[in-house]
């Protein structure tokens, strides 16, 4: 368990690809955030979102259930989904250490969602593994 | 997990508030939460069980100010200390750069500080970091109850107890009234900052030596 340090630069980059996946097609809020529940990157409404709190409860959530995964016999869920009535919410995890969540209305569908998490993952690594 | 942000000079760390059920690791968030300045500090989320047992954590995230130059931010967490959630408990280490260990003083609570501490060693074990290693401070909690005559464990008795080979720094607190709550944290704080940065240096140092840290 080592210490994440990011700089301007790759802040910049890592709001870049969230931005082209997703911001892009319309989702509310992107959030980056370590396993500690620190937020790294967040972009979208972020005014209007206590982001400090949903990155604690979203690291929070992930973690119990990977043990509920772990104590059914399952290896892992590797996606947490939860429909609102407008609104709606995945979080996936990115590596070892990191959780992106994704806020998003009706209007998107999650399959696109998805899709583009699946497609950002690589890309998110490869940046915060940059020296 | 420390998250050092160079693109805002921010050092971001993770305190967490441990020790057995109803010692008064809340009642430490909650005083904190009041004596400082909105413009300091977050807000405060809790996950509370009716009857104000915590249920997963609470969090208060505070702003300590500049230190060198970096903005210092403080998650504090605390655990929930009833002995079945002892998952829920290692879920909230995760991460974790320094502990307070709230100690209950009442003499019939002798035994859970003693399994408290067993608890948090094994967690801890499991994300491989040793007790002796990370920053820690204890605070032995509620002295207020002497006046009510109620029967307390002596601060030799306690220190004998938990503290004995750990040699940490340790705190009387009546956390109900404030006492000893700043001072618990701004120990705590300053191990933690230093131990982080220490380990951010390192890191770079061995970077710049070609290391894979
Ligand atoms: N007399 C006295 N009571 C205290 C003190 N600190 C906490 N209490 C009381 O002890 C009880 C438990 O305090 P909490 O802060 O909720 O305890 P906790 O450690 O968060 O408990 P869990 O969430 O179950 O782990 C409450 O009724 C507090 O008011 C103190 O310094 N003196
Ligand atoms: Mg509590």
Redesign the interface.
Known sequence: ????????E??EKLKRILDNHLTSIGVSLAILI?????E?VSTGKIDQI?T??LA??A??NF??TA?IAKLIGEEDFSILYHKGKKDNIHITKIGL?FILVTVFTDKIPLGLVRLRVKQLKQELLNTLSE? | MALINLNKREINCKIVYYGPGRSGKTTNLFYIYNAVSEKYRGKLLTIETRGERTLFFDLLPINLGKIKGLDIRLQLYTVPGQSHYRATRKLVLKGVDGIVFVADSLRKRREKNIESLIDLKNNLAEYNIELEEIPLVFQYNKRDLIEANIPLLTIEELENDLNRELKAPYFEAAAIKGIGVFETLKEISKRTVKYVARKYIFNEASKAQGGMI
């Open positions: 368990m080592g210490t994440v340090v990011v700089t301007g790759k802040i370590d396993e500690a529940g620190n790294i206590d400090t709190s604690a409860l690291a929070a973690g119990a043990q250490n020296q």
